[in-house]
């Protein structure tokens, strides 16, 4: 049957207005922003559309990325290559980001290169830096050689800058001529040098900051937070000097989140950080508490380790608890349950240790309200141990939705096994009726390469970081 006359006049200026081109309709500012947000490449690939588009590129805010753009060329970026991006472009810069391993200086000194990039006007009111000199791992006794300084370019984008990541680099021990940067949110110190007082000058230069990240630094043993705008502190607890840092949480009334990213050395774990936290009224998420960890203070309540030696202060502000300790068991679980009253999600990694049952459990159950409505159990082994383990939370969190099992690795995962487990566990029995008990297999959850990305410290929409738990394990 043969289509109306009128239907085909509809349907073909329908497919001639799908060819339009309505973006080139928008104005030079709203392009210009659009592109700016593109990846180097693509964003310099608009240039070949038209004239008018060759003009959008060279005036939008230019985005630099050179880690980007030699993994999308699979080699290095030529310092020559840079320095012709950048003459080519009117400015201003909205994002510089660089990595030492992925440029070619031709045995330039890279301070000197990177500080005459940072100079040129293309870059000018710059609002995101990010450059790395590259890691600063100790190889046996010899001293590390001092890393290159802060570029002093870096300051003329004092004004502008919103994100900030220094890495690989010095920081002056003068106490005068700080940074200050009134606008910034975002900070990163990786493999940096910086002594104490410098560390606390510069985040009292930030009257703004939301997010931090203190990765594997040297020069300064402890950290003092006083900010009234921090939402969020990650911190990687290892020193190239050997110190052993402390974390102070001395008046933080807006943070919601203190991430601890695992460290080890081989298979030697060393207690290298102390965490005190005086006053964190909001604090939500905290984790993993691992082998890293020296020293915890919660108010006045503190533990050793994973061994509570005194409890006086109870923080109820705290809804999301990751564990991690070699020494785990359902004494030192409960410990934590008692300084975290309020808990809503529990993730932990299992070992090995006895569980066995006893009367301070019982006692516990009977003056404590569990609130726990997710549990997640990583490296679970379903024998007697881990059986009784995870039993506690069956029979006794009344409220519980989800309890997700993780078994170990090598474990295969049958019809059978979860059906002995289930009987095992007394899931019948279950304290929530609606609760729901998932025996996951090792490798079938995403996010379980071992590797968890410290990004995340600044990711401020992530309501629950440990999501992808299997990723926080060492």
């Not at 006045?300 to 061994?307: A, D, L, Q, Y």
């Not at 705290?318 to 809503?344: T, Y």
């Not at 297999?441 to 968890?452: A, E, N």
Request: aromatic share 8%; charged share 25%.
């Amino acid at each position: 049957m043969e289509m109306p006359a009128s239907s085909k006049r509809k349907r073909s200026l329908s497919e001639e207005e799908d060819l339009v081109d309505r973006i080139s309709g928008l104005p030079d500012d709203v392009l210009g922003d659009i592109v700016s947000l593109l990846p180097t490449m693509d964003g310099a690939r608009t240039q070949i559309l038209s004239s008018r588009w060759r003009h959008i590129w060279r005036s939008a805010p230019l985005n630099l990325d050179l880690v980007d753009l030699a993994e999308e060329k699979y080699q290095c970026v030529s310092a020559g290559e840079t320095s012709r991006i950048l003459s080519a472009h009117q400015g201003p810069g909205r994002r510089f980001r660089t990595e030492l391993q992925y440029l070619d200086l031709h045995s330039r000194r890279p301070a000197a290169v990177l500080n005459g990039w940072l100079r040129s006007p293309a870059l000018d009111n710059l609002q995101e830096l990010e450059f790395h000199y590259g890691y600063r791992f100790p190889r046996g006794f010899r001293p590390l050689p001092p890393p290159p300084r802060l570029p002093a370019s870096v300051r003329r984008f004092s004004s502008t800058l919103r994100v900030a990541s220094f890495a690989g680099c010095r920081f002056s021990k003068k106490k005068t001529g700080a940074l200050h940067l009134p606008v910034l949110k975002q900070l990163s110190l990786v493999h940096a040098t910086i002594s104490e007082s410098s560390l606390d000058a510069l985040l009292a230069g930030c009257p703004v900051l939301q997010s931090l990240l203190l990765s594997y630094n040297s020069g300064y043993s402890r950290v003092r937070i006083v900010s009234r705008t921090l939402i969020s502190i990650g911190v990687f607890p290892a020193s190239p000097d050997g110190r052993r840092q402390h974390l102070i949480l001395e008046d933080a009334p807006c943070l919601e989140r203190l991430l601890i990213f695992p460290y080890s050395t081989g298979y030697t774990y060393i207690k290298i950080m102390d965490i005190s936290i005086i006053s964190a009224p909001k604090l939500d998420v905290l984790g993993p508490l691992n082998y890293d960890l020296s020293r915890l203070e919660v108010g006045t309540t503190v533990f050793e380790g994973p061994r509570l030696v005194s409890f006086t202060t109870v923080a109820r502000s705290v809804k999301i608890l990751a564990l991690q300790n070699e020494q785990i068991s359902l004494d030192v679980v409960i410990n934590f349950m008692k300084c975290f009253p309020c808990l809503v999600k529990l993730y932990i990694k299992m070992a090995g240790s006895t569980n066995g049952w006893s009367r301070e459990y019982h006692n516990f159950v009977r003056t404590h309200d569990i609130r726990l409505k997710k549990v997640v159990l990583l490296n679970y082994q379903g024998n007697k141990d881990h059986v009784n383990f995870a039993k506690f939370f069956v029979l006794n969190a009344k409220v519980l939705e989800s309890m997700v099992l993780e078994l170990e690795k090598g474990i295969t995962l049958s019809t059978e096994w979860i059906e002995r487990q289930h009987k095992r566990l007394h899931t019948k029995n279950r304290a929530s009726r609606g609760a729901e008990f998932d025996f996951v297999d090792h490798d079938s959850l995403s996010g379980l390469s071992g590797y968890v990305n410290e990004a995340q410290t600044h990711d401020l929409s992530m309501a629950d970081p440990f999501v992808e738990f299997g990723a926080w394990s060492i």
